[in-house]
């Protein structure tokens, strides 16, 4: 009998122990000693041993960490866990008709020590542990891997902390293509390398969390926040700071807001939408929750659907909130709906302003306002439009409002645009200080509102109104103590308030400075 690591005795049945606590070499390169176990079976004949065997005794765990935080981590210790006790301190062989087996002193957690363990950023670093395997660890045991780390924190010293790094069966672990598998459990005389990632914190990803509140505090806060985050009605969103997302790349729109998102007076600025699919642009495609308190800055847009920089479908509520300079370029398709703020409204919109200069190109048949595209059946109260804002359709047919492009019903009140409005196709176009088509399915209501707005035509084709382009419809629209002072040039029909009243109820309104010409 021979043993390797080597015993002072040698005896059968010969008793082997091994802790389930060890300590890493201080460098982290495996030796022999610190490796695998075996057992040397073979006849010992003069000087020489006979008919040699090497059994193996236990298996290695190598463990490859990764540090993807922004800061060094100091890795103090590994551990891995089972549900139930299989990592066995001691093993005692013993010969009957062949070598016997027994396994004793079960635990459930197997620790390794690595002392100045320094993992600098993006970095690597490898831990060694044996083990003795045995039957109880079948492809569908399930481990946790987890790491105490310490960080030095600006203002705060060491920090150390207690991580999950990994959870899985271990069928799981080896499932990349040329891992050694381990279907039936471990093998002893074999390694088995664990990928281990030390994940960047929340405040490296660019924001924190307090249970459902979570801080933006960096651009990259926004893309890194989890998207069942922005899903759910019980969290809020805060922006800490003024966002620049001109190194972020192109933005991807998050399908749902349920949240509020507050953006505590700062803005996001140099934000770039592009998409070629047929869903919704905008910072989201539907919003259901709240936004409120924020400013978006510099953005530009390209696309050809339904398209707003705040949402493509406004369901919930936009509050204080605005846009200050912007470049939205919209092509191809037809029938679509195209705001500034939002594509279609059926929320809420209250004191929303555009301002600086922002310009809206549409080059096909769209709906397009300078708040939204559609008022559906939402409320629009408060919108200010800025006299910047430049919104034109090049194309063959189209609404283009300075507030809204098509109220289907719902409701402005206290509303004003300055914007200038231009029709420069080849076809009909609806064009109005406020709305540029109020030919509604639903009751519509227009309340206390004010356009200054220019407005210009270069075809005979186009309608346009001081106030609303093209009226018309079986429903109601009610236009109450609203005032127009846009200017209108150009070809095409015109009315100081609007071309066509049919179905309007006007009351207390006027018209002034039309100079048309």
């Known amino acids: ?14 008793s082997f122990t091994l802790s389930n606590v060890a300590t890493q070499p201080e460098g982290g390169k495996p030796v022999l000693q610190h490796t695998m176990c075996m057992l040397a079976e073979g006849v010992v004949e003069g000087n020489t041993v006979q008919r040699l065997n090497f059994n193996h005794l236990t298996a290695l765990f190598q463990f490859d960490l990764t540090n993807q935080r922004e800061s060094e981590v100091v890795v103090k210790s590994l551990s891995v866990e089972a549900d139930s006790e299989i990592f066995p301190t001691e093993l005692t062989v013993a010969t009957n008709d062949g070598l016997v087996y027994s396994y004793a002193g079960k635990k459930n957690v197997l620790t390794l020590n690595m002392p100045q363990s320094v993992i600098k950023t993006g970095e690597s670093a490898t831990g060694y542990m044996n083990f003795f395997p045995t039957e109880g660890m079948t492809g569908e045991t399930e481990l946790t891997f987890s790491l105490v780390i310490s ?6 010293g060491e920090v150390e902390e207690n991580i999950v790094v990994k959870k899985a069966t271990i069928n ?27 994940a960047p914190t929340t405040e490296d990803s660019g924001y924190t969390q307090d249970g459902n509140n979570y801080t933006i505090i960096k651009s990259g806060g926004l893309k890194a926040l989890p998207v069942e ?16 997302m001109k190194e972020e790349g192109n933005w991807t729109p998050v399908a749902t807001l349920a949240a509020t998102l507050d953006g505590n007076n700062h803005s996001i600025s140099n934000l770039t939408i592009s998409s070629e699919e047929n869903s919704g642009l905008g910072l989201f495609v539907t919003n259901n929750g709240t936004i409120k308190n924020l400013s978006l800055n510099n953005v530009t847009a390209n696309y050809g659907y339904q398209l707003g920089l705040f949402a493509a479908d406004n369901k919930g509520n936009i509050e204080n909130c605005s846009v200050n300079g912007a470049v939205i370029n ?24 555009v301002e600086g200069r922002v310009t809206v190109g549409i080059s096909s048949k769209h709906t397009a306002g300078g708040i939204a595209g559609e008022n559906a059946s939402g409320t629009i109260k408060g919108a200010f439009v800025g006299s910047d804002v430049v919104i034109t359709n090049s194309s063959e047919g189209g609404d283009l409002g300075g507030i809204v492009g098509w109220i289907n019903g719902g409701i402005l009140d206290g509303c004003c645009s300055l914007a200038t409005i231009k029709c420069t196709g080849a076809n009909a176009i609806n064009l109005g200080g406020l709305i540029g088509s109020a030919w509604a399915s639903n009751d519509a209501t227009i309340i206390a509102s004010h356009a200054g707005a220019k407005i210009e035509s270069t075809t005979a084709w186009c309608t346009m109104g001081g ?5 018309g419809g079986a429903n109601t629209k009610s236009l109450t103590s609203c005032y127009s002072t846009s200017m209108m040039s150009g070809k095409g029909d015109w009315g100081g308030i609007t071309k066509t009243n049919s179905n309007f109820e006007c009351n207390t309104c006027y018209f002034m400075n039309c100079d048309y010409a």
């Not at 009998?1 to 010969?14: C, K, R």
């Not at 106030?467 to 009226?471: D, V």
């Open 229 to 244: 985050v922005w899903s759910s009605p019980d969290a809020t969103i805060t922006l800490d700071t003024d966002i620049n």
């Open 467 to 471: 106030l609303i382009g093209q009226g």
């Open 151 to 156: 960080t030095n924190e600006d203002g705060k």
């Open 330 to 353: 919209v092509s191809g398709g037809d029938d679509k709906r195209v705001g500034i703020l939002v594509g279609v409204n059926s929320g809420v919109i209250s004191d929303c302003r």
């Open 172 to 198: 799981a672990l080896y499932s990349k293509p040329g891992a050694l598998v381990p279907t039936e459990g471990y093998v002893a005389g074999k390694r088995y390398i664990v990928n281990l990632s030390i």
């Open 1 to 14: 009998w021979g043993i390797y690591p080597a015993q002072e005795a040698v005896s059968t049945p010969l």
